[in-house]
């Protein structure tokens, strides 16, 4: 066999062999319930929250928390979406997050990818998060083409009107004001003029800096 002929067939062998990975590290399983944009209960009882991307939270009136802006339309979008229907899990290096959640990447029937549909739509923003992140270039991608759509959150986005730093480290920002931003070494420290500018970057809101 010449070279050209060894290195297709070494190619070949290497996408079979990720591809076999890819389905054993995934399961069908059946949603019973939509949490908000970005989490879902299985009949079976776990928890699974979508890997790569967040989106705004609804009302918890257990801890006295109200929706932030755009919360409930993220849990309908997320609903139409799954409820009631078999879904494909689709694992990455880290299986659990500390609530002892599943994390996971969320296929329909169809093969489209939930946690993609919802960044699709502007109902969520790309999150970092090593180690998972095999779909991230993906979801950056569709998180650019919303905003220049502006769809979802992005439509009549409004800015803070101050400064934003980042975190080169954990792809999070903060507001000036935040006495967070305080506490980011001066490697990792890199300003934004605005939000809209960290989000497009690939940064994401520290939860004390949520929009």
Known sequence: MKRSGWIAAGCFILLWLQLAEIAAASEWVRVKWVADGDTILL???R?????????????????GQ??????????????ALVYGKKVRLEFDREAKDH?????????????????LEMIN?????????KPNDRYDRTLMEAQRRAMKAGVGIWDQWREPGEDIIGNRHSRRFHLKRCAESGKIHPKNRILFA?????????YAPSKKCSP
């Open 47 to 63: 928890r699974v929250r979508y890997i790569g991307i967040n989106a705004p939270e609804v009302a918890h009136a257990k801890y």
């Open 99 to 115: 609530y002892g959640r599943l994390l996971a990447y969320v296929f329909l029937g169809d093969g489209r990818c939930v946690n």
């Open 66 to 79: 109200p929706a932030e802006p755009f919360g409930n339309k993220a849990f309908e979008a997320n609903k």
């Open 121 to 129: 739509a502007g109902w969520a923003y790309a999150l970092y998060k």
């Open 43 to 45: 009949t079976d009882g």
């Open 194 to 202: 605005s939000q809209w500018e960290a989000y497009w970057h690939g």
